[in-house]
Each structure stands twice: as structure tokens, then as C-alpha cells.
């Protein structure tokens, strides 16, 4: 008699498997929320006024994780301001950045 009544080397191999895809995922589960939100605009290295990144002056990009919450929406606030407007939410996307904060809500500067 062996494990769990696992006789064959392959039903072994397949069980090794299914709990390291399960304690992966877990882990990544785990991992998903434990960012703060960001706007996702960079500054290019070396050039003080060009940027990297999904925000624009006219568009800003908000990585967060789960639904988006008063701090996303300050962020959103406080990167219009930079141009005299507010903003307004168009809606989230899921996935668009790092597994931290994976969801990405834009919003438009009117």
C-alpha cells in the first residue's frame, strides 16, 4: 500500500502537480492586494518631461487592486489637478499591471 492509496509513479507525479499549481495559485491570491494604488506615469530616464506609462494628461491610469475605492479616486483628483480639471470614471480594466495591484481604472480629465 503507498499514499493516499496512490499506486503508480505518473498518479504521483500528477497529485506533486495539482498541489504545487494549488499553492501557486494561493500564494499569487495572497500577493494580489498588498500594493498600494499608484498612477501608472513614469518619467522616462533621462528626459525630465517625457513619460512612460498608460496615463496621459488628458487620460489617468490608476493600478489598484479589487474595486476601485476612495484612494484611487484621490489619485485620480489630485493628477488632474495638475491641469485644472477633474476627473471622470471610464472604467477598469483587470490585469493591466504588475499581480500587486492588477487592475487598471481610467479615468478622463474634463
Known amino acids: 500500500m503507498s499514499i493516499a492509496g496512490i499506486h503508480r509513479p505518473e498518479q504521483k507525479a500528477r497529485l506533486r502537480r495539482m498541489c504545487a499549481l494549488v499553492a501557486s495559485v494561493s500564494i499569487l491570491t495572497l500577493l494580489a492586494g498588498c500594493a498600494d494604488p499608484w498612477v501608472d506615469r513614469r518619467r522616462e530616464a ?33 493628477e488632474c489637478a495638475r491641469t485644472k480639471r477633474t476627473p471622470v470614471f471610464v472604467g477598469t480594466l483587470r490585469y493591466q499591471c504588475p499581480l500587486t495591484a492588477p487592475n487598471l481604472s481610467v479615468f478622463d480629465c474634463k
Open 46 to 78: 533621462g528626459e525630465p518631461h517625457k513619460f512612460v506609462g498608460t496615463s496621459t494628461d488628458d487620460l489617468v491610469s490608476v493600478c489598484h487592486a479589487g474595486q476601485p475605492t476612495a484612494e484611487v479616486q484621490r489619485l485620480a483628483v489630485q
